[in-house]
């Protein structure tokens, strides 16, 4: 019997599994990802999960034969760190060789979040198209990219960090790595009603949204509709987001882009149908197929379960 280990390194927890041959689930752990500047505290949160998981599960970590990591980024795969994140705390986390050393085998694979989604659902969904991407609207925006049929990684292993593309030249918001203008700064979730924040005082609108810290992404898309400043941040969301995936379009001209994270899935009609609309204007070429992803639970921990497998078995 063959155990592997996945491990979903987010910008708000830290997800933990352990599976055997079959991929079935021995043990979960999830815990809140530590917001420490020091990376080591983020890296002693995934080995003690690690260790959680070994301890429910009745396996002992150098029998586990491989693990897959699916992180936030930028990443430097070489290094197997992620370095300078910009949704979570700690310059440099250290997770390939401190997670190679506890399991004491070298069959470690780190992959950028959006890139084990892809491997997720090319493994649960129906359609496989050879050219496709998996684009995550949450917290962060990313992409998993499959061209040819084949996984691209780009320079570091950060060919999916798309949510750093500029969008807005005239940079009104600013993103989370530093940066102004980038397609997240405006349509991730916890810049979302930060966006509704900017636009109440740029465009004057009365709103019965409280912009307080405790607003959130899902305040504003209930209030759409009914709302005048709530309907324009959705409408304006709807904007970016369609010039950011007609750029990817444009860029990998994927057959089916599948789409997850929260605010995608928990308002997909608020989210993915205005973009549809509007992709016909922006787009030259064919248009993909736009939908929510197939996978619909830990779209991310079950890439990375995958990942150590084909780490073993060469298929990926
Ligand atoms: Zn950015």
């Known amino acids: 019997m063959a155990y592997f280990v996945g491990i979903d390194v987010g910008g708000t927890t830290i997800k933990t599994a352990i599976a055997a041959d079959d991929t079935d689930r021995l043990a979960t752990h999830v815990v809140p990802t530590p917001q420490a500047k020091d990376g080591q505290t983020v890296t002693n949160a995934v080995l003690d999960s690690v260790k ?24 430097n795969r070489v290094a197997g760190t ?11 986390i250290q997770l390939v060789k401190p997670l190679a ?33 998996y684009l995550t609207l949450s917290t962060g925006i990313g992409a998993g990219i499959v061209i ?16 750093h593309m500029t969008v807005d030249p005239a940079g009104t918001m600013a993103c989370g790595c530093g940066r102004n203008g980038h397609w997240e700064a405006y349509c991730g979730g916890a810049n979302i009603p930060r966006y509704a924040a900017l636009l109440s005082r740029t465009e004057s609108i009365d709103t019965a949204l409280t912009l307080n810290d405790a607003c959130t992404a899902k305040d504003v898309f209930q209030q759409a509709g009914s709302d005048a400043l709530a309907t324009l941040v959705v409408e304006r969301v709807a904007r970016w987001n369609t010039i950011g995936i007609a750029n990817l379009i444009q860029a990998y001209a994927p057959a089916s882009i599948a789409v997850g994270g929260a605010v995608a899935r928990n308002h997909p009609k608020a989210v993915l149908e205005p973009v549809r609309d509007r992709l016909p204007k922006y787009v030259f070429g064919e248009l993909p197929q736009l939908g929510l992803a197939a996978c619909e639970t830990d779209i991310v921990l079950t890439g990375a379960l995958l990942a150590a497998q084909r780490c073993v078995d060469g298929s990926g």
């Open 52 to 75: 959680r998981v070994c301890e429910e599960s009745g396996v002992r970590p150098e029998m586990i034969t491989a693990a897959g990591i699916g992180s936030v980024g930028p990443l």
């Open 101 to 133: 050393e506890k399991l004491d085998t070298e069959a470690v694979v780190l992959h950028n979040d959006a890139v084990c989604g892809v491997i997720a659902e090319r493994h649960i969904a129906e359609v496989v198209p050879e050219n496709m991407l």
């Open 148 to 163: 040819d049929g084949h996984l691209i990684h780009g320079t570091g292993g950060n060919v999916g960090e798309i949510g």
């Open 82 to 92: 992620v370095t300078g994140p910009a949704n979570i705390s700690g310059e440099n």
